[in-house]
């Protein structure tokens, strides 16, 4: 099947400084990526959804200039914590649309844990 | 507003007893229902999905799932655990906005006893 991944899958970083993670999909395009965000013991919530030749579409209450999302080309899109904060600590997965149309399957990569201290 | 409830949170069971995860749903209207598996260090994969026709959906792993539509419901179940299958499940189900972006339930963590 259809595989998505992430890198890194973990970094640990200091309060103020940036963080990049990529979301790319190995063997299908996707001309739309979704990112979620998960805190412990709690569901993903959508953060926003990442379009390939166009800004991305922010869910309410998701910071715009905090969380910056380019979708660089049809197998990769990036988000990017700016000056990050230990509240940002959290597990960030991305998704990609099935390119078979089957429906809303969905193909996930394996997530980022972002620590900050 | 759609939601998904998943009213339990953590469930423990014997290995070779039967499982059965509860997932209610609110959708303005016949919704396609989805439940995935998160296992440690990777990521979700899907189980199964309803979109219409047979009731009753079979899944990988040995997994199925029944829509009821009085009960707005669509449990998982499986008639005999592994140990493999300790996990977090999630069952989900589309956004109304046709973005065919996902909206999660809060997850049922799996605990199996040897």
């Known amino acids: 099947g259809a595989v998505v991944s992430q890198h890194p899958s973990r970094v640990i970083c200091k309060s103020g400084t940036s963080v990049k993670i990529e979301c790319r999909s190995l063997d299908f395009q996707a001309t739309t990526m979704f990112w979620y965000r998960q805190f412990p013991k709690k569901s993903l919530m959508l953060m926003a959804t990442s379009n390939e030749g166009s800004k991305a579409t922010y869910e309410q209450g998701v910071e715009k200039d905090k969380f910056l999302i380019n979708h660089a080309s049809l197998t990769l899109s990036t988000l990017t914590v700016t000056s990050a904060h230990p509240e940002d600590s959290s597990f960030y997965i991305c998704?990609?649309?099935?390119?078979?149309?089957?429906?809303?399957?969905?193909?996930f990569g394996p997530g980022t844990r972002l620590t900050v201290l | 507003a759609q939601s998904v409830t998943q009213p339990d949170i953590h469930i423990t069971v014997s290995e070779g007893a039967s499982l059965e995860l509860r997932c209610n749903y609110s959708?303005?209207?016949?919704?396609?229902l989805f439940w995935y598996v998160q296992s440690p260090g990777q990521g979700l994969q899907l189980l199964l999905k309803?979109?219409?026709?047979?009731?009753l959906v079979q899944g990988i792993k040995g997994f199925e799932a029944e829509f009821k539509r009085s009960q707005s419901s669509f449990n998982l179940r499986k008639p005999s655990v592994h140990w493999s299958d300790a996990a977090e499940y999630f069952c989900a189900l589309p956004c109304p906005t046709g973005a065919n972006n996902l909206f999660f339930g809060t997850g049922t963590r799996l605990t199996v006893i040897p």
């Open positions: 309803y979109f219409s026709g047979d009731t």
């Open positions: 959708y303005g209207a016949t919704p396609y």
């Open positions: 998704s990609a649309p099935a390119p078979s149309g089957a429906g809303d399957t969905q193909y």
